[in-house]
């Protein structure tokens, strides 16, 4: 059997013309020897390779496009290592940043040691609030989904960790609505790409489109804008991801559809405008 040296730059030079980044390389191999990190890679780079013809058939999808996340099933989000395939998006750092900005404003709406009623809308692989539960163990969290074979996904991520989360699916407030649900805290990621030609090709290709994109008149952010009144019971706080053009188009559907409420929007560690808290009285 080769090193893993000689596999790891073989396919690196492999690699080059079709954009294969060394990062994957190193967690495509860390994962096939049953290392804990990629970064093991290099402190074990003259051990004998396993799983070679594995490798080789994982490379070939890698060359392919395909996201190291959906070959190895395997993405990590904060501190939790989620399984994934290709029914969910694989989770992005922004949506991280989203988690850590809502966990430090908790404190400017609620006392976050209470047991607030908290709905991950669009859940996907469950990472928003496996990643909440986590950070506040005493917030009810209930994940929704309009997708069944994502909620299977977000289900099993949280019996891995063993979280008690609830999973109800529906298309945006609408399960909340039906089980009559008052809501403290609303976050999610919806779809919110309005130009396709933007979109890396790789994404177009593996992951989902329902989770990708969004048409105005019938988003995410206005089914909930409109439907708010019906699972608010007190104050409630709503945290969304968004695309970084949706300025304007979130400040007319607040005005169109919301009452005595006040609103943030803020960047993302790359200066883009990615996020908005809305804090309805």
Request: proline letters at 4%; glycine letters at 4%.
């Amino acid at each position: 059997m080769p090193s893993i040296f000689s596999v790891y730059t073989s396919a690196l030079e492999k690699g080059k013309e079709k954009g294969v980044l060394s990062s994957d390389l190193r967690t495509l191999i860390a994962y096939d020897n049953g290392f804990s990190s990629p970064i093991e890679t290099l402190y074990q780079k003259d051990q004998e390779m396993r799983n070679l013809s594995k490798f080789e058939a994982q490379f070939a999808r890698l060359l392919d496009g395909e996201p190291v996340e959906y070959i190895i099933h395997e993405a990590t989000f904060l501190q939790h290592k989620l399984y994934v395939d290709e029914n969910v998006l694989i989770p992005r750092g922004e949506t991280e940043e989203l988690v850590a900005n809502l966990s430090e404003k908790i404190t400017d709406y609620y006392d976050p040691r209470n047991y607030l009623v908290v709905a991950d809308i669009g859940t996907g692989s469950g990472a928003i609030a496996l990643a909440l539960k986590s950070l506040f163990p005493n917030w009810i969290l209930v994940a929704s989904d309009l997708s069944d074979k994502a909620l299977e996904v977000a289900k099993r991520n949280f019996r891995t960790y063993g979280e008690r989360v609830e999973t109800l699916q529906g298309k945006s407030l609408e399960p909340f609505i039906e089980n009559k649900m008052n809501l403290d805290i609303i976050v999610s990621n919806p779809p919110y790409i309005k130009n396709r030609e933007e979109v890396q090709d790789s994404v177009k290709r593996f992951e989902p489109e329902s989770a990708l994109y969004m048409e105005e008149g019938k988003s995410v952010y206005e089914d909930i804008f409109r439907d708010y009144k019906k699972v608010k019971k007190g104050s409630l706080l709503m945290a969304f991801e968004i695309g970084y053009d949706l300025e304007d188009f979130l400040k007319e559907a607040m005005a169109k559809y919301l009452e005595d409420y006040e609103y943030e929007f803020l960047d993302d560690l790359n200066g883009l405008r990615r996020f908005l808290f809305v804090y309805c009285h």
